[in-house]
């Protein structure tokens, strides 16, 4: 069974810009979760979606935004990129809200 | 202050030393806690799950959970090196969105 999968794997970009991040959650799995991870914080949520509909979010700025499809692929955007951002995004999936989280290997982000 | 801190590491031992590994929350509402395994590049994975306050056992490691000081452990038995890699305490009240410390970095020299 395929794991979580993350596109790209790392990407550099300048401040300023934005990105978009890709996940595709595992076969069946129906909630996804965001999360950055960087040295000084470790990791910290960002949203989670289940059927499309954002169900949390954490305390980040709207630059930070979020969605899900119906086959529950999901997509981040953070936009004007500062270089703050700079940071390892990993996304995770479950069955369910509240189910065992499967991380993927992440996005790392570099903002120059 | 952080929802969960974490002692920062890193740690260093001997193959077939015992490991500790030690967090503090702040929310009297956790009632999840967990420990994650993050080898490098990789993404965090499940290690331990406890409900509540009490011991969970499984194999060379056990969760510990005290709620009255709100302290959460991992002891690592007979450490061996496939176990060098960063470990990650997280809490939550039930939601998804755990609360994660920031890791501490073992290393299990042979």
């Known amino acids: 069974k395929a794991g979580v999968t993350q596109t790209p794997r790392y990407l550099i970009k300048t401040r300023g810009q934005q990105v978009t991040l890709s996940c595709s959650p595992i076969?069946?799995?129906?909630?996804v979760s965001w999360y950055q991870q960087t040295p000084g914080q470790g990791l910290q949520f960002l949203f989670e979606y289940f059927s499309e509909t954002q169900r949390n979010k954490g305390n980040f700025p709207g630059r930070f935004s979020g969605r899900q499809f119906s086959n529950s692929r999901s997509e981040m955007n953070v936009s004007t990129l500062e270089l703050g951002d700079s940071a390892l995004y990993l996304c995770?999936?479950?069955?369910?809200?509240?189910?065992?989280?499967?991380f993927g290997e992440g996005s790392r982000l570099t903002v120059l | 202050q952080k929802e969960v801190e974490q002692d920062p590491g890193p740690l260093s031992v001997p193959e077939g030393a015992i490991v500790s590994l030690n967090c503090t929350y702040s929310n009297s509402a956790f009632q999840y806690f967990m420990w994650y395994r993050q080898y490098s590049r990789k993404g965090p994975e499940l290690l331990m799950y406890t409900y509540s306050s009490g011991n969970k056992e499984d194999g060379r490691f056990t969760a510990q959970v005290d709620k009255s000081s709100k302290y959460i452990s991992l002891f690592i038995r007979d450490s061996q090196p496939s176990d060098s890699a960063t470990y990650l305490c997280a809490s939550t009240s039930g939601a998804n969105n755990l609360f994660f410390g920031t890791g501490t970095r073992l290393t299990v020299i042979p």
């Open positions: 076969s069946g799995h129906r909630s």
């Open positions: 995770a999936s479950s069955t369910v809200p509240g189910g065992e989280l499967f």
